[in-house]
């Protein structure tokens, strides 16, 4: 299980703008995507990024404000947020796995993970 490390969160005001860094060193997994755990709920996925030409999917809920992008030479994937909300208040999680099916924003389709990284919005 590789190790992954995000950094990145913090509090923040409404818009934002907010950038999140995952890095995975010699992950090659063909999935890499973002997650997050909002107080109360479940982790949910949030955006993933296919190696495989780049393609990237995002839950309608952040879709038209994160953006999901990998940086091949560094092998860091990052989470660029704009026009955050407070419901955006999470735990953010880094994973990375290889599903036999893409896109996946489903949790068990990833083995390895970071320890997240806190970000608050406040209005």
């Known amino acids: 299980q590789v190790l992954l490390l995000e950094s990145g969160g913090r509090s923040v005001q409404s818009p934002g703008p907010l950038r999140l860094s995952c890095a995975c060193p010699?992950?090659?997994?063909?999935?890499l995507s973002w997650f997050r755990q909002r107080p109360g709920n479940e982790r949910e996925g949030v955006a993933t990024?296919?190696?495989?030409?780049?393609?990237?999917v995002y839950d309608d809920s952040v879709k038209g404000r994160f953006t999901i992008y990998l940086d091949h030479t560094e092998n860091a994937l990052y989470l660029q947020m704009n026009s955050l909300k407070p419901e955006d208040t999470a735990m953010y999680f880094c994973?990375?796995?290889?599903?036999?099916?893409?896109?996946?924003?489903?949790?068990?389709?990833?083995?390895?993970w970071g320890q997240g990284t806190q970000v608050t919005v406040s209005s």
């Open positions: 010699r992950n090659t997994d063909s999935s």
């Open positions: 994973a990375a796995g290889s599903p036999p099916s893409w896109p996946t924003l489903l949790r068990r389709a990833y083995n390895s």
């Open positions: 990024f296919s190696r495989y030409g780049g393609r990237t």
